[in-house]
């Protein structure tokens, strides 16, 4: 995966407007499904929560199939491409605990493993207007650049591949 920079006004425009339509669409499709199904499997006197429940199983599946059957439209871009991100960016976070040794003992890979995650997370932050704590990631962008020169990587986020990962 390469960071690459999307216009944040698009981005947050396109995020809002896919995510109320899933909602809305959630929202329409289980209370059609809630209907349907009490009126096919039901009796009057029955409880209905798990044919609710059931509906709403049915309506999220045919949501997260419809979001996925149009993932590779272009207005999702920038959307699809933050949600990638932060999946990436998760399993980095996973392997924590064996990257902060590694780059200790100045293995390179885990440098340029850590210079995306640190990089993708500023994005991450700057996109969601999460500038709390920016600061703090600065700094260990400052720092892991340091131990970057000076084992002479470049401080290209497009060295990251997530095959690097399996090793640790």
């Known amino acids: 995966m390469k960071l690459k920079e999307i216009d944040k006004a698009r981005y947050r425009k396109h ?4 995510m109320i339509c899933m909602a809305v669409a959630l929202i329409v499709i289980a209370q059609i ?9 039901s009796t009057p006197e029955a409880s209905h929560f798990y044919h609710i429940m059931a509906a709403v199983a049915v309506s999220a599946g ?3 199939f419809v979001v996925n059957k149009y993932r590779y439209h272009p207005y999702m871009t920038e959307v699809v491409y933050v949600w ?3 999946q990436q960016l998760n399993k980095i976070q996973r392997k924590q605990p064996k990257l902060k040794p590694a780059i200790e003992k100045d293995d390179k890979e885990a440098m340029i ?6 990089r993708g997370s500023k994005q991450l932050y700057e ?27 470049s401080l290209s986020t497009d060295l990251f591949k997530p095959e ?4 640790y």
Not at 129 to 150: F, S, Y
Not at 164 to 167: I, V
């Open 113 to 118: 493993i850590m210079n995306f995650m640190y």
């Open 127 to 153: 996109l969601d207007d999460n500038t709390i704590t920016i600061e703090d990631l600065e700094l260990l962008i400052a720092a892991n650049d340091q131990r970057m020169n000076k084992a002479g990587l």
């Open 84 to 86: 990638d991100l932060k």
């Open 164 to 167: 690097m990962l399996d090793s």
């Open 62 to 64: 045919i949501v997260v």
């Open 33 to 41: 499904n809630s209907a349907l199904f009490i009126y096919v499997f």
């Open 15 to 18: 995020l809002n407007v896919v």
